[in-house]
């Protein structure tokens, strides 16, 4: 089965998925200057290595070859973090991670990420990738989020937003209202329908899809 989600002309996105738990492991690459941003090293690291060797094909035109520019993780829960040292250790990649997630994550954090940062501003990657805090399901789960122009945004939740829900908040009250609040105002408030959701695990969504159940959602309390 074919790794590629979406070819947007600049860039393409893959996925693979890993592990027993079905981690979803996003690459995205930019077929002109050759990055590469990996969204959560969840396991596997030759899959992963793999994955690469696919994107790095991509970009076969590139004026250098294809590199790893960043490795992204959506939050700090074991499961999504599994081959971050081996991946580290293999390709020596930066690490980006949300500031009150940095303590929990297995690898030094070279990249520290608030709500809204661009975690590429200032590189020639060729394409944004913008980050945003999504409180709840742990404090510091980022929400990576890729616009390109005249296509629809693909937001790379975590385990924050999936079909049918926000992510686990583990039946706390005020942790849930965190997350529901965050959802709505920084993803459902902010980018249009037709934006896709792929998150952490299983199939994508799209905002506008997810919209209607919205208040379902904050009644039932998950």
């Known amino acids: ?33 050759g990055a590469q941003v990996l969204i959560d090293a ?10 690469l060797a696919e994107g790095a094909a991509d970009a076969a035109g590139a004026a250098r070859p294809a590199t790893l520019a960043l490795i992204a993780t959506t939050h700090q829960h074991w499961d999504h973090t ?18 009150q997630d940095v303590a929990g994550i297995p690898v030094p954090v070279d990249v520290v990420l608030d709500h809204g940062d661009v975690p590429g501003a200032g590189k020639d990657w060729g394409f944004e990738l913008r ?5 709840g399901h742990t404090p510091g789960s980022i929400a990576y989020v890729l616009t390109e122009e ?3 945004p693909l937001i790379f939740s975590g385990d924050s937003l999936f079909p049918g829900g926000v992510g686990n908040t583990q ?7 965190l ?8 993803l459902f408030s902010v980018y249009p329908d037709e ?16 919209r209607p159940h919205l208040e379902e959602w904050r009644e039932r309390g998950w």
């Open 1 to 33: 089965m074919s790794s590629l989600v979406k070819d947007l002309g600049r860039v393409t996105v893959r996925r693979i998925s890993v592990s027993d738990m079905d981690n979803n492991v996003y690459l995205i690459t930019a077929k002109e200057s």
């Open 42 to 51: 969840a396991d596997d690291v030759p899959a992963i290595q793999a994955l």
């Open 82 to 99: 599994r081959a971050l040292e081996g991946l580290v250790a293999a390709t020596h990649a930066p690490v980006a991670a949300g500031r």
């Open 131 to 135: 980050a945003v805090h999504l409180r």
């Open 150 to 152: 005249d296509s629809a």
């Open 171 to 177: 039946k706390d009250p005020d942790r849930f209202e």
């Open 179 to 186: 997350l529901y609040g965050d959802v709505v105002e920084r």
């Open 195 to 210: 934006a896709e959701v792929h998150p952490g695990h299983g199939k994508p969504t799209t905002l506008g899809a997810e």
